[in-house]
């Protein structure tokens, strides 16, 4: 008996850290340089390696990409220097000169020729 309240007070721990774990992340909004939906990909993609990002999301049309993170593993200035680092502008952050170079021609931000 005492088993099975040892096992059920340990359940119930477990379920509170993780409710207290998720009611803990922060969502930001970042408006980048991106073009399209290959822009896309490798931003959320990039950022998906990023330590304490939980997800991003990028709207093509408006640029504002979502991100939901862990403050206590991140903040909004590493999330800002990931996309820097990935070739596009984060915000007031401008994209990362060599990072941006290596992008394909049509995801740089000069290019309105399509
Ligand atoms: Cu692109």
Redesign the pocket.
Known sequence: MKKVVFLLGFMCLAIWGFAQESADLQEVQIKTS???????K?IEKDLSYEKGVVSADLNVETKIVTVKYNPKKTNVTKIKKAINKAGYDADELPANPKAYKK??E??KKENKAH
Do not use: V
């Open positions: 991106a073009i399209c939906g290959m822009c896309k490798k992008l394909p049509c995801c």
